[in-house]
């Protein structure tokens, strides 16, 4: 289709959608899901991140369709909205790497207790607690640093209750399992 022929259908199938129509919303996504798809990977830079970034943007581009006022402002309206997801996509990760790096230092180098020496056995769980995976490390510093509960880590995390709770079940279990290695290759060193 020539560029101004496109452009009216576009706005022919935005109009249609913001009227209720499945079909117009239907052919509207299969329209530009590949557009937005490549503007959220331009952004993002991960394939991954760009189909979550993009599947958001849809729902909020679903439920705001009804109140776009110029059908013919449907892509600018679209590629802001997923501008919008990508920013804020890119902010949570930024916090992401700042929080993984914080844990990092403070499970290699904890503040100094009182009673001077560190024991064996508390750098054993520092070392256990490092090697865990990102989201596990986060969940666990948390609760037991922090004393948080599972619904405040939840919040802090912006992940569900259960989530939460099933990250510190793993965490635990490779802490557990860390520790036992650890006291098996100490017995046949000793």
């Known amino acids: 289709m020539p560029d101004a022929t496109q452009r009216l259908f576009h706005e022919y199938l935005a109009a249609s959608a ?40 849809w729902l909020e581009i679903v439920r705001g369709l009804p109140r776009l006022d110029d059908s013919a402002a449907f892509p600018a309206w679209a590629f802001r909205i997923v501008s919008r997801r990508c920013a804020k996509w890119i902010r949570r990760m930024q916090r ?50 922090e004393d948080m509960t599972v619904a405040e880590i939840a919040i802090a995390l912006n992940t569900p209750a259960g989530t939460v709770k099933t990250r510190l079940m793993h965490a635990r279990d490779k802490i557990r399992r860390s520790l036992d290695l650890k006291e098996k290759v100490d017995e046949r060193a000793g």
Do not use: C, K, M, W
């Not at 509207?28 to 331009?42: G, S, T, V, W």
């Open 18 to 57: 913001r009227a209720g129509s499945r079909i117009a919303l239907d052919q509207l996504a299969q329209q530009f899901q590949p557009r937005l798809l490549a503007h959220a990977r331009r952004l993002t830079g991960s394939a991954d991140a760009a189909q979550d970034v993009v599947q958001e943007s």
């Open 96 to 145: 992401q790497r700042q929080l993984d790096a914080q844990l990092a230092a403070e499970a290699l180098d904890p503040p100094q207790q009182n009673e001077g020496e560190q024991t064996a056995d508390a750098q054993r769980v520092r070392q256990a607690i490092a090697a865990l995976p990102h989201d596990q490390r986060a969940a666990i510093a948390l609760f037991y640093l």
